[in-house]
């Protein structure tokens, strides 16, 4: 596991960056060598508002490689999905509602059917098959708070 280590120095009067030799050694950074100083700023300002900031050897693209780790990965253990009757290899609709998500097969949505005229109504108001698909999908077996069925 990685982790993140402190270490002090001091800005000079003329603006250079004191380092001590010990923590050049530990970093891999030598004497002489090229660096980048990488820092957060606000899109359309230059100026770091955390005043952090950080040191890496100008051959290294890490912002490439913080900007991959932002992407997020769920993954469910095979476990759930087979205890849920889903294959491994299914895609998965994921629906945020209050306090839950709901995740499950794309195939429920193409294999359920809706009534005709519950479907002209949604039409007329403007809500897809696909979204009533999806309300039915995540309400069925929730009891109704109000009248408790």
């Known amino acids: 596991m990685l982790q993140l280590v ?4 001091r800005v000079t009067e003329n603006g250079c960056i004191e380092i001590p030799m010990t923590v ?12 980048k100083l990488i820092y957060m700023a606000e899109e359309e300002e230059v100026k770091s508002a955390a ?3 950080l040191l890496v050897r100008n051959d290294q693209d890490v912002v490439e490689e913080l900007a991959r ?4 990965s769920l993954q469910i253990p095979e476990e759930l999905l087979q205890d849920a009757g889903i294959s491994m290899d299914a895609d998965l609709d994921i629906v945020c ?3 839950r998500i709901v995740i499950f097969s794309s195939e429920l949505l193409k294999e359920m059917e809706i009534p005709e005229e519950v479907m002209e109504i949604c039409n007329e108001l403007g809500i897809s098959e696909d979204k009533v698909k999806i309300i039915l999908n995540t309400t069925e077996g929730v009891s109704d708070e109000k009248t408790g069925t």
């Open 24 to 35: 050049l050694d530990q970093t891999g950074i030598c004497t002489g060598d090229a660096i």
């Open 6 to 9: 402190e270490m002090e120095g």
């Open 97 to 99: 509602q209050n306090g």
């Open 51 to 53: 005043k952090e900031f």
């Open 69 to 72: 780790e932002q992407r997020v």
